[in-house]
């Protein structure tokens, strides 16, 4: 075997080895941002003390005419916002792209509470969560420190 055979060989499990690792990456990293897009919708709270809102409420319905309450925190009511946050990975021959959020089902109320609305029935502005956004932004420096660790190991 020549040494160009050789160095081709040695050159192409290399960018194996690399390619391999920065899947890991991008699978990691939908993973991570999912769970911390969840994390958030579980602990942020519907409004700010400055707006003279609360991190945790109470549900009130009805049973046997009798109301009832059922404390809260975060934004979960029924759950379906929260368990719609999906991550889906595409890994390509030249691209590799994670993602995460409200993929398949995104309703209405979704945005209001990520971007923050006023509330027209109690005359209130409900803060955002920004679960997505922030989330985005701490998945994107761990992707950064992470390529920048694997590429390293080169």
Do not use: C
């Not at 975060?74 to 993602?99: E, F, T, Y």
């Not at 398949?104 to 609305?117: H, I, L, P, R």
Request: net charge negative; aromatic share 10%; hydrophobic share 40%.
């Amino acid at each position: 075997m020549a040494n160009n055979e050789k160095m081709d060989l040695w050159f192409a499990a290399k960018v194996k080895r690399l390619n391999d690792r920065m899947a890991g990456i991008v699978e990691q990293v939908a993973e991570e941002g999912q769970g911390l897009m969840q994390e958030y919708i579980e602990t942020r709270g519907t409004a700010t003390a400055e707006y003279g809102g609360r991190e945790s409420w109470s549900r009130t319905y009805h049973h046997k005419g009798i109301p009832k309450g059922r404390p809260t925190t975060g934004r979960i009511w029924s759950g379906d916002m929260r368990a719609d946050v999906k991550q889906n990975v595409v890994l390509g021959d030249d691209v590799m792209i994670a993602s995460f959020g409200w993929l398949d089902n995104v309703e209405k109320y979704y945005k209001w509470q990520e971007e923050g609305f006023n509330h027209v029935f109690i005359g209130e502005h409900i803060a955002g969560m920004f679960a997505m956004s922030d989330a985005a932004e701490v998945m994107k420096e761990r992707a950064h420190t992470l390529l920048k660790v694997a590429i390293r190991e080169f």
